[in-house]
């Protein structure tokens, strides 16, 4: 037996597009103060996947060796484009291709995706040593950005690094 409902959403709403949609639409009519603020029970809670442990660890193996964590934006200045040579994975990909590029930037000058690590790691140790501090031992866990392109199309893609 089948528990699934169906609904067919009326031609003159053209406002209900996805499942989300609908969903909102419901929870408008039924009363948003009748939805419980707690989330749903899953066996999964509290626990940590392997690779997020893996990670965990890293970074604290890293922190008792006396290195402090970096945490920079994921957007770059442009200008950083020539200054790093890239993961060679990355740079099969023509010259403008692999860099992901925002439209509508938060920081007009930092109109990148980061597709290393290195260009905030380096602005974080002159941020130190214009500072006074000159003992600095930086690392950094985060997320760098590319495009993989194969014909007309281009695709986001993401990877984490250390």
């Given at each position: 037996?089948?528990?699934?409902?169906?609904?067919?959403?009326?031609?003159?709403?053209?406002?209900?597009?996805?499942?989300?949609?609908?969903?909102?639409?419901?929870?408008?009519?039924?009363?948003?103060?009748?939805?419980?603020?707690?989330?749903?029970?899953?066996?999964?809670?509290?626990?940590?996947?392997?690779?997020?442990?893996?990670?965990?660890?890293?970074?604290?193996?890293?922190?008792?060796?006396?290195?402090?964590?970096a945490i920079n934006f994921s957007f770059i200045e442009t200008g950083h484009d020539d200054d790093f040579e890239l993961i060679p994975d990355f740079a099969a990909q023509s010259a403008e291709a692999h860099f992901v590029t925002l439209k509508n930037p938060i920081i007009e000058e930092a109109s990148r995706m980061r597709p290393t690590l290195l260009p905030g790691l380096l602005e974080s140790a002159r941020h130190n040593f214009n500072h006074g501090v000159r003992d600095v031992g930086l690392f950094e866990s985060g997320r760098i950005f590319y495009k993989l392109c194969a014909r007309a199309s281009c695709l986001m893609s993401a990877r984490d690094l250390l």
């Amino acid at each position: 037996m089948d528990d699934a409902l169906r609904f067919v959403v009326p031609t003159w709403r053209v406002d209900i597009d996805r499942e989300v949609d609908l969903v909102e639409e419901i929870a408008r009519h039924a009363g948003y103060d009748k939805i419980g603020s707690e989330l749903p029970p899953s066996n999964m809670s509290g626990e940590y996947q392997s690779a997020e442990l893996k990670r965990r660890a890293l970074r604290c193996a890293l922190k008792s060796c006396g290195f402090q964590e970096a945490i920079n934006f994921s957007f770059i200045e442009t200008g950083h484009d020539d200054d790093f040579e890239l993961i060679p994975d990355f740079a099969a990909q023509s010259a403008e291709a692999h860099f992901v590029t925002l439209k509508n930037p938060i920081i007009e000058e930092a109109s990148r995706m980061r597709p290393t690590l290195l260009p905030g790691l380096l602005e974080s140790a002159r941020h130190n040593f214009n500072h006074g501090v000159r003992d600095v031992g930086l690392f950094e866990s985060g997320r760098i950005f590319y495009k993989l392109c194969a014909r007309a199309s281009c695709l986001m893609s993401a990877r984490d690094l250390l």
